[in-house]
């Protein structure tokens, strides 16, 4: 169900984020190229790397879950690389937002690895029920949009990912 609030984003020029990663020996599978859940990693880090960067983007009562994810496979990453993983708001919903991704090569933007989208959504962890998508997201995404660059807080200003969530074995996303 699509929330009257819902927003679409241009997600065509501003990355809403790009992390720099550097491919690890240890991502190679047999074929000598990352395997492809490695692939699934690097955006997770991405993901958290901006996460880090957005003031109260969860508490106890509202937390971000993967609910799902579109991955295409464009090219194999050999090793040694260096990656740049830019992150781009698709969609601001009710609950959830869509991040649009892509993973090139950090000297050939045009070498482009892989591409897709996420949705995640902010649910309640002890009810399992989704919640409303916290402010401080929308205006990471509003602030993109008008062109404004969010400034990234000191590392006294970020916040750690809880140690210990224990998320209800059927977690219902509305």
């Known amino acids: 169900m699509t929330h009257p609030d819902a927003d679409r984003a241009d997600h065509s020029d501003l990355p809403l984020f790009v992390a720099t990663i550097s491919v690890r020996w240890r991502d190679l599978d047999a ?12 955006l997770e880090e991405a993901r958290l790397q901006w996460l880090q960067h957005v003031r109260d983007w969860f508490s106890e009562e509202s937390m971000p879950v993967l609910a799902a994810s579109d991955v295409q496979y464009r090219r194999p990453i050999a090793w ?10 698709a969609r601001l919903g009710g609950s959830s937002i869509t991040i649009a991704h892509r993973i090139v090569d950090v000297d050939d933007a045009n070498c482009l690895y892989s591409d897709g989208q996420v949705v995640m959504v902010w649910m309640n962890p002890a009810t399992g029920k989704s919640t409303a998508l916290p402010d401080s997201i929308r205006a990471a995404a509003a602030k993109l949009a008008s062109g404004k660059l969010a400034s990234r807080p000191d590392g006294a200003d970020l916040r750690p990912i809880p140690s210990s969530v224990v998320l209800p074995a059927k977690a219902g996303i509305e």
């Open 31 to 42: 074929f000598n190229h990352v395997n492809n859940s490695n692939y699934l990693t690097y």
């Open 80 to 89: 040694p690389a260096t990656l740049h993983i830019e992150l781009r708001c």
